[in-house]
Structure formats: C-alpha cells, structure tokens
C-alpha cells in the first residue's frame, strides 16, 4: 500500500476549499487532512496537523500567504495557487520557500499531479510561469546563495560528476522517476543525489537548484 500524502487547504473561500477536497478525496494516495482560512490558522494547523504538503491561497484576510508560507516552508512543502498571473506573487512566493506555483485555472489532473509531484521531493512550476522563472533568474529574481568554495569554472570543487549530471537533469525540469531512468540508476539514488548537491551548494530546494545551474552556465 502507498504511502498516504497529508495536505492542508488553506484559501478564505470556502467554496474553493470545497473544490479542491472534492478533487482530492477520490484519491487513495491523498488525505485531506485540514482546512484554513487564512495565513494564521494555516500557521497553527501545521504545527497541529504536521501535512505534508499545503496548497496556500495568496491573498487572504489578516496573515497573507506569503508571510505564512515563510514561517511554515521548514517544517512543510508549500504549493502557492493563485487567481492572479503576477510576478510579484511568484518570486515572493519561491524566495519565501514555497516548491510549486500553479494557477487556480489549472485542471484537475494539474492539481493532482502537483500534490504527488511535490511530496515526492520534486518542485512544479504552472506552465505559464515556467519561461519567466528562467528569464528572471539572471536578474536575481530569485534569492539564492552561493557555494563558498569553487573551481576556476565557477563549480564548487566537491560536486561530483554524477551530482552534476543530476543537476542538470533538475535544470532541464525532469523529476526524480525520469532522471532515474536517465541515468539508469534507481529514484533512491537520485534522491540522495539530489539532497547531496543541495547540502553542498548551500541551497534550499530545487527551484534554487535550477537557477543556480543556469546562473553557473550549466546549461545552454
């Protein structure tokens, strides 16, 4: 039997929460397991419920989603899902912590996809947003930390070749299932690849990751 996904909904519309545990329930890998209404409650129900992932609403009454997801995205994956295609929102939302950025309008199969996805380890990007992510990342869009030891190319010197390859596998968007079968390795390998090269970088997740390939010219 598969592990059991816990998630929170927080969103100040009922009816949208409604929506979402609705879409989720039919799922025997996922738990809806709490709701909230805005960022406070979403601050006390982690602590209480421990979900492993939360689907946060932006704006909201009182605590706003950014604010809560940057008190809880240590102790959780936070999943932004939002109305509003505004850049502010998404770059707030991943140097706040949060994995995933999708669009209220996005399917049901999306959602779906992005709770699994998230709670594997992997990070999701709405299409939409994906293309401006990598534009932006030059700009410094995305706060990011830097490796305090490095090789003359910019690489730090104890990142393996293996490590690296993963990286760039990150970089092109695969998660861990298809990098796996790129490398022929097993997803338990890829996973401890993954977390050896964030440890080493300094970085927090994957999105980091990814801006930190482009920014080091890893990829073309």
Same mark, same amino acid.
């Not at 059991?4 to 809806?32: A, C, H, N, P, Y």
């Given at each position: 039997?598969?592990?059991?996904?816990?998630?929170?909904?927080?969103? #100040?519309?009922?009816?949208?929460? %409604?929506?979402?545990?609705?879409?989720? =329930?039919?799922? #025997?890998?996922?738990?809806?397991?709490?709701?909230? =209404?805005?960022?406070?409650?979403?601050? /006390?129900?982690?602590?209480?419920?421990?979900?492993?992932?939360?689907?946060?609403?932006?704006?909201?009454?009182?605590? /706003?989603?950014? %604010?809560?997801?940057?008190?809880?995205? #240590?102790? %959780?994956?936070?999943?932004?899902?939002? %109305?509003? /295609?505004? #850049?502010?929102?998404?770059?707030?939302?991943? +140097?706040?912590?949060?994995?995933?950025?999708?669009?209220? +309008?996005?399917?049901?199969?999306?959602?779906?996809?992005?709770?699994?996805?998230?709670?594997?380890? +992997?990070?999701l990007l709405s299409p939409e947003v994906t293309t401006r992510v990598i534009a932006q990342m030059h700009a410094g869009a995305i706060s990011q930390p830097t490796a305090s030891t490095e090789s003359p190319i910019g690489l730090p010197v104890d990142l393996t070749e293996r490590e690296t390859d993963v990286l760039q596998a990150l970089a092109r968007g695969l998660n861990n299932a298809e990098i796996a079968a790129e490398l022929v390795v097993g997803e338990s390998t890829v996973k401890t690849h993954v977390s050896n090269l964030l440890a080493k970088l300094g970085l927090r997740d994957r999105v980091q990751a990814v801006a930190w390939a482009y920014q080091h010219h890893l990829m073309d």
């Open positions: 039997m598969s592990e059991i996904t816990k998630v929170l909904l927080v969103d #100040d519309q009922q009816l949208v929460r %409604t929506g979402f545990r609705m879409i989720l =329930s039919v799922l #025997d890998d996922v738990e809806v397991v709490g709701e909230a =209404s805005d960022g406070a409650q979403a601050i /006390d129900q982690v602590a209480s419920l421990c979900p492993d992932v939360v689907l946060m609403d932006v704006q909201m009454p009182g605590v /706003d989603g950014i %604010t809560a997801t940057r008190q809880i995205a #240590d102790r %959780t994956k936070v999943v932004i899902l939002t %109305t509003f /295609d505004r #850049d502010d929102y998404l770059f707030d939302a991943l +140097n706040a912590g949060a994995v995933g950025f999708l669009l209220k +309008n996005a399917g049901p199969e999306l959602l779906i996809d992005a709770v699994r996805q998230v709670a594997a380890g +992997n990070g």
